[in-house]
């Protein structure tokens, strides 16, 4: 089993942020705020006071920590991946599923894990995840073999799928000043990049120093932090009648079939090939669901996602922009961790450290620049040059030999992570400034699902190029490939989206 097989889904799981935007849903009115395309309605509701400048720290401490283990565990499995399966002898191509399942749920649910933080309320759905998260570490960290290893990835990737989207949602309430939410938004995005790039820098080293199953323990004690945090924290919004409506199950069933026929597709898709009959049965019942997710939102009085928001620019094109910066980031460093190991011969220790630099700059970028950006120029500009930036560091990826020193490749790799910086914040900006905040799960899980798609779709096109044969060859076609559609996003970008969103 090649180390591609072990590694080909390095990058599917996490989420640096994501965004939304504005829809028409139900009933009462709701201003819109600059950029947004067309005036917002959204159904009545019951706000609760804003919270206190301390009330707010903590509830914004609490989102970031709970996103940072999120993006965290979806990465740091990969480097500990042939140790898991020294210790549990289930065969890599069974291992591999330890990252594949988590990836997976992570997926399919997320969509309707932002639909039940807006009917429950972001605390609560906040906190389900966090504890089923912890619990399912602890799980991981015991388990005796590796079919129940892989069953609690899969209810990890569940928990996570109600963090993500109401962690942003707990923000987008919290924070009902722009400015002060623009800086709480660009800590969060600091911390899921920051998570993804560490992910295998910590992987390598707990696995290396300690044992692989300390990597899912060390949860237990953050997770318990961030319900702490999250306990002491006020009640912040309460849903409006529409929201609190009868739940959606088609909708419910038909998104996650849609959804999870699509990863699955993918993930397989990159190790069997795309003409395998599982592949493309699994792609026809996610074609299938859709369509009936369609209709079925489409006749609903209170669809669990109002298909109108899909009529929104900003979250169309913001949704486009996630798919493919998501594809940009993790698509190098699953090309790159591989390249590093299989071409360049360095061990996986080295390889994680060659991506340290990464969660330096991104979190320096995020906290200290981008928002500052958005404010100054706004979010479609921001967004813009960003987007450009990151095709412009595919182009310089093609330098890469594996005869350089590391100082060398880490130089490479810089502008990669420099300019994705200013892609995320503005995406969160837009989205959060212009969605209602009794919508902010719905959309936060719209473009999170957007990106993590195009996260699975990048690793799966790429494994399947670099595995043909010539690994430069395939590499050197990806690379162009991600460029060429970042350059897409950005014109897009500049010339449809809302004006500016500061």
């Not at 360095?346 to 060659?354: H, R």
Request: net charge positive; proline share 5%; hydrophobic share 60%.
């Amino acid at each position: 089993m090649t180390a591609l097989t072990t590694t080909r889904q390095q990058a599917t799981g996490t989420a640096a942020p994501a965004s939304a935007a504005t829809a028409s849903v139900t009933t009462a009115p709701v201003a819109a705020t600059p950029g947004a395309a067309g005036p917002a309605t959204a159904p009545t509701t019951t706000p609760a006071a804003a919270p206190s400048a301390a009330a707010a720290r903590r509830i914004l401490a609490a989102s970031v920590f709970g996103f940072f283990l999120v993006g965290l565990d979806a990465m740091v499995v990969n480097v500990a991946l042939p140790a898991i399966n020294r210790s549990l002898a289930g065969g890599l191509a069974g291992a591999q599923w330890v990252i594949d399942g988590y990836t997976l749920a992570f997926a399919a649910l997320m969509l309707s894990a932002g639909a039940l933080s807006d009917r429950i309320g972001a605390k609560a759905t906040y906190g389900l995840g966090l504890i089923g998260f912890t619990l399912s570490s602890a799980a991981c960290g015991v388990a005796p073999s590796l079919a129940l290893l892989i069953t609690a990835r899969l209810v990890q990737g569940a928990a996570a799928s109600l963090m993500l989207p109401a962690s942003l949602a707990l923000i987008r309430q919290a924070f009902p000043d722009p400015a002060k939410r623009n800086r709480a938004i660009a800590l969060w995005t600091a911390a899921g990049s920051a998570a993804a790039a560490a992910g295998p820098v910590a992987g390598g080293l707990i696995t290396a120093a300690v044992d692989w199953r300390w990597i899912f323990f060390l949860n237990l004690p953050a997770g318990a932090a961030a319900l702490a945090l999250l306990a002491g924290t006020p009640k912040l919004a309460q849903a409006g009648s529409a929201v609190r409506a009868r739940f959606d199950v088609l909708g419910l069933l038909s998104s996650v079939v849609a959804l999870a026929g699509l990863t699955y597709g993918f993930i397989e898709g990159g190790a069997k090939g795309f003409g395998t009959a599982p592949v493309l049965s699994s792609f026809a019942a996610a074609v299938l669901a859709a369509v009936v997710f369609a209709v079925a939102e489409s006749r609903q009085a209170q669809p669990m996602v109002p298909l109108a928001i899909f009529k929104s620019r900003a979250m169309s094109l913001t949704a486009f922009a996630g798919f493919t910066v998501n594809a940009a980031f993790y698509g190098v460093i699953f090309l790159l961790s591989l390249y590093f190991q299989q071409v360049a011969h360095k061990s996986p220790t080295v390889t994680g450290l060659l991506f340290a630099p990464i969660t330096a700059v991104v979190s320096v970028v995020n906290v200290t620049v981008a928002a500052r950006m958005v404010a100054r120029i706004g979010a479609r500009l921001s967004m813009t040059i960003g987007l450009t930036g990151t095709a412009g560091a595919m182009l310089l990826l093609l330098a890469v030999r594996p005869d350089q020193p590391a100082w060398a490749l880490v130089l490479l790799l810089v502008p990669v992570s420099f300019a994705g910086a200013f892609v995320v914040p503005a995406l969160t900006i837009m989205v959060m400034g212009s969605v209602p905040a009794e919508r902010a799960g719905t959309a936060a899980g719209i473009v999170n699902t957007s990106r993590q798609v195009g996260g699975a779709l990048s690793v799966a096109v790429a494994g399947a190029l670099v595995a043909g044969g010539d690994f430069a060859h395939g590499m050197h076609v990806t690379l162009i490939g991600i460029a060429v559609v970042l350059a897409v996003a950005a014109v897009a970008v500049q010339l449809l989206a809302p004006g500016r969103e500061r």
